[in-house]
């Protein structure tokens, strides 16, 4: 008999676990998540809008199409080399070693010097396009870090995220709520690898942490600075090439900081938005789970299972990371069709929350960012709370024994 995984049972699960404030938990944050947030030209909230920010597909074309000349016509011939074409990062990877290995011998139209240039020119171009401010209203990242700083916690929430963008930081800033990016000082704030590898700061204070780099940083007198705004660039992504270890000090701290996270007993890391194409963090994730039997990641993706073949992949690997993808979940390694039970008392609230239709086909909902994000915030909700009867019911609703 093929297995099933009853959605509510998990969801049950999910939503104890974020409501309670008592275990240590993470979100992963990859460049889907900017796509929820739509808006109009004005820049205002339009659920029938463009993506604030583009995805990586969309990000790479604009920022590439932002070139010219020999710096056009040298990325060009880079991206025909890279399979399927590559991306931003893996472009930008490219630039960066053929500035290092090339000296005054040109390629492509460029030497060393040419593409120290080009690399530039497209952290510029990219810092431009992921440049953009919340717009005003209600946005998945208001209520991601309402539900972050609705309890009291006796772990920090630690938010690891891809993107270069700055929205996640204005959301906690609009809320007025304490986090720690790896930075400390008040004129040129400089990162501290010392307190981002400690746990000194109360649980109150968030930890964010830029895994690809991030707008406002920037080289100083030998060291990373934050320079408090949107114009510094040069830092976006993570080039694990990079032959100046002043500049690859960040990187390394921030994924030494998600080894040991997913190190720690009892922990939970819920991915949000994230590919898992990025190898590095692949690698990182593999690495701790195995060694680790008490962390456990929770993968939420937009697509049908059969579409993450990536996450897919790892979590067979894995047990102890799961996938729920819109039709069927990955859990415990066994793959499985989302069935729901009979719906128990007091829970058709609750279930809306995460279930629903999606292309006239019923689907777990929570793969979007907005919709994860409501969920978290709901947790909290007195109206959609957890009664202990319904939490039975969801127990023994189940209709298949097979159910990992």
């Not at 830092?235 to 994924?255: I, N, W």
């Not at 039970?341 to 793969?367: H, T, V």
Request: aromatic share 8%.
């Amino acid at each position: 008999m093929d297995s099933v995984h009853n959605p509510d049972r998990f969801m049950a699960d999910l939503r104890q676990i974020l409501s309670q404030g008592r275990k240590r938990i993470g979100v992963l944050i990859g460049a889907g998540a900017p796509l929820s947030v739509r808006v109009d030209a004005d820049g205002k909230l339009d659920p029938n809008g463009q993506a604030l920010i583009p995805g990586v597909d969309a990000l790479t074309n604009q920022a590439l199409a932002k070139l010219t000349g020999a710096q056009a016509t040298a990325a060009a011939a880079i991206r025909a080399t890279l399979p399927a074409g590559g991306n931003i990062e893996t472009i930008l990877s490219k630039v960066r070693l053929l500035q290092t290995a090339l000296g005054d011998t040109p390629m492509h139209g460029l030497d060393g010097e040419g593409y120290a240039g080009l690399g530039k020119a497209i952290c510029e171009a990219i810092g431009e396009i992921v440049g953009a401010s919340l717009p005003g209203g209600r946005t998945p990242y208001h209520e991601l870090v309402s539900w972050v700083s609705g309890t009291q916690r006796a772990h920090a929430i630690e938010i690891f995220t891809t993107n270069y963008d700055l929205l996640i930081e204005e959301a906690f800033e609009l809320a007025r709520a304490p986090y720690f990016d790896g930075f400390t000082g008040g004129h040129a704030p400089f990162f501290d690898p010392v307190t981002v590898a400690g746990n000194d700061l109360p649980p109150r204070w968030s930890r964010v942490w830029k895994l690809h780099g991030s707008l406002g940083w920037k080289s100083e007198n030998g060291g990373v600075v934050r320079c408090g705004g949107r114009e510094c660039s040069e830092l976006v992504y993570p080039d694990h090439l990079k032959y100046d270890l002043t500049q690859k000090q960040p990187y390394a701290a921030l994924f030494e900081r998600l080894k040991r996270f997913l190190l720690t007993p009892d922990t939970v890391l819920l991915t949000t938005g994230f590919s898992f194409r990025d190898a590095h963090i692949c690698a990182v994730l593999g690495e701790a789970l195995a060694m680790n039997a008490n962390a456990a990641v929770i993968a939420f993706q937009f697509q049908k299972l059969a579409d993450e073949e990536p996450a897919r992949k790892l979590a067979f690997e894995h047990p102890n990371l799961s996938v729920y993808a819109a039709d069927a979940a990955v859990i415990g390694g066994v793959a499985g069709p989302w069935r729901p039970g009979d719906l128990p008392k007091n829970w058709g609230e609750i279930r809306a929350s995460f279930w629903g239709q999606r292309n006239d086909e019923p689907a777990l909902l929570l793969g979007d960012f907005a919709s994860f994000c409501r969920f978290c915030a709901l947790s909290y909700s007195s109206d959609l709370a957890r009664s202990s009867e319904a939490a039975a019911a969801v127990d023994d609703a189940d209709p298949d024994p097979v159910v990992a």
